[in-house]
């Protein structure tokens, strides 16, 4: 069951992939002064976490000027960069935004980039560890080796005696 949920997300991820460099999409969710969001363009996908986050400055980017406007600036809201940290290789990144507004309020903006490719990897990586172990696994039981060392165990059918693994155990069915 596990090795099926990788695999459909890996597709998944090989979908927004592809998808990612001629859609923008995104997601996000807003709490009490807490935003939450996921952006998926070029080959990355963006991890945003806001705290201290006025209302409306969510509303202002999301219906009156939205983020795929290209004349969006900060100063249509009303607030000036105060602060900025990034660092960005290969489409691994983080990024730390502080902004000053006319309020007094300072909310700060954290991302993190992961180019999709590196997402893929990781969800197929263990779903190929799993194929790869269960084949070994049965070559191992068909040839009469120990499933856990693969020592020969032809001299002792009941116990391994390289490792100690029992017969009667479900290991060795």
Not at 39 to 65: K, M, T
Not at 124 to 150: D, E, F, N, Q
Request: hydrophobic share 45%; glycine share 8%; proline share 6%.
């Amino acid at each position: 069951m596990i090795l099926v949920l990788l695999m459909l997300l890996a597709a998944v991820a090989v979908g927004a992939w592809g998808q990612s460099y001629w859609y923008y999409s995104h997601a996000h969710s807003v709490g009490h002064s807490r935003r939450y969001a996921v952006y998926l363009l070029n080959g990355e996908l963006l991890l945003e976490f806001a705290r201290d986050y006025p209302q409306f400055i969510q509303i202002n980017q999301a219906f009156c000027h939205g983020v795929d406007d290209p004349n969006w600036s900060p100063s249509m809201v009303g607030y000036s960069l105060s602060g900025h940290q990034r660092w960005h290789l290969a489409g691994f990144g983080w990024e730390i935004e502080r902004r000053t507004l006319p309020t007094g309020e300072k909310p700060v903006n954290y991302y993190l980039a992961l180019p999709l490719w590196f997402v893929t990897l990781l969800l197929i990586a263990p779903a190929v560890w799993m194929i790869v172990a269960g084949r070994r696994k049965r070559r191992r039981a068909r040839a009469g080796l120990c499933p856990r060392c693969g020592y020969d165990l032809r001299a002792s059918p009941d116990r391994c005696p390289e490792c100690g693994l029992e017969r009667q155990t479900a290991a060795f069915t």
